[in-house]
């Protein structure tokens, strides 16, 4: 199984990850990828840039040495309302909205209930696209059966996150419980991504261990969003209208690419 699109990478905007826009789009471009996700951390996380940094996203081209650019956020649950730690009028305008929750941004007291909750305001929101790292229940814990349907009904993207499979990864010891999501969301027809969660650029489209797992709950690659450019963009079209997309990101032109 081979994915030519990653849908969760980082930047050194985030705070904690350690390259550009343009590193990562190189790297992609090396491994064979035709799209990639920029995803950084929203305002909530320790490091992460303020809401500015997203809302001038679109002054990166929608193509970056012949890579396709997606420009999203990984932004974080929050009592607001827009239920993320990023207001509506910023979302609508990203490419691909990611949420997932992450340490010192509110919910760290892990509470099962609370979490779902928050998730379910997540997902009710019609800007998410996906969320990330499902399984981390030694620190963030979800009622399962309650995320994968709601993700199902809404066509909400569960995410199998290759990083949560490395040994040095914080969410390492509950990786099991990632799997248990990706084979509940096989079974009740969410959509799945496999993506890397780069934090550098040589991580960008290695997945690895998360594609080993796919293969061994029987996961078809034709269930999976970001096995191409197109299969992504058709997913995201489908969904919601995008203004870059429908109108500024045209990819096929290269118009504002980087060479
Ligand atoms: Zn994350
Ligand atoms: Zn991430």
Not at 169 to 196: D, K, L, T, W, Y
Request: net charge negative.
């Amino acid at each position: 199984m081979r994915l030519l699109a990653d849908l969760h990478t980082h930047t050194l905007a985030s705070g904690h990850a350690y390259s550009t826009a343009t590193e990562l789009s190189v790297a992609a471009r090396r491994v064979g990828l035709e799209l990639i996700a920029i995803t950084d951390h929203g305002p909530a996380c320790p490091g992460a840039p303020e809401q500015w940094y997203f809302w001038n996203l679109k002054v990166l081209p929608s193509i970056i040495d012949g890579v396709r650019i997606l420009k999203g956020c990984e932004a974080n649950p929050a009592d607001s309302a827009s239920g993320i730690d990023l207001p509506d009028t910023i979302l609508e305008q990203l490419d691909f909205v990611a949420v997932g929750f992450h340490p010192e941004t509110g919910f760290d007291q892990r509470d099962r209930a609370r979490n779902t909750e928050a998730l379910l305001r997540v997902m009710a929101n019609p800007n998410v696209d996906m969320i990330t790292h499902p399984g981390n229940d030694h620190e963030f814990p979800l009622e399962l059966a309650t995320v994968v349907d709601e993700a199902a009904a809404r066509g909400v993207i569960l995410e199998l996150n290759d990083h949560t499979f490395a040994p040095t990864s914080c969410r390492a010891s509950s990786n099991h419980r990632e799997r248990e999501f990706a084979e509940a969301a096989m079974a009740a027809g969410a959509p799945i991504a496999v993506n890397s969660d780069a934090h550098f650029a040589n991580q960008v489209g290695h997945c690895e261990a998360a594609l080993a797992v796919a293969e061994e709950i029987g996961l078809a690659e034709e269930r999976i969003v970001n096995r191409t450019a197109e299969s992504v963009l058709a997913h995201l079209l489908a969904r919601r209208a995008r203004p870059r997309l429908d109108h500024g990101g045209v990819w096929e032109t290269g118009a504002g690419g980087v060479a």
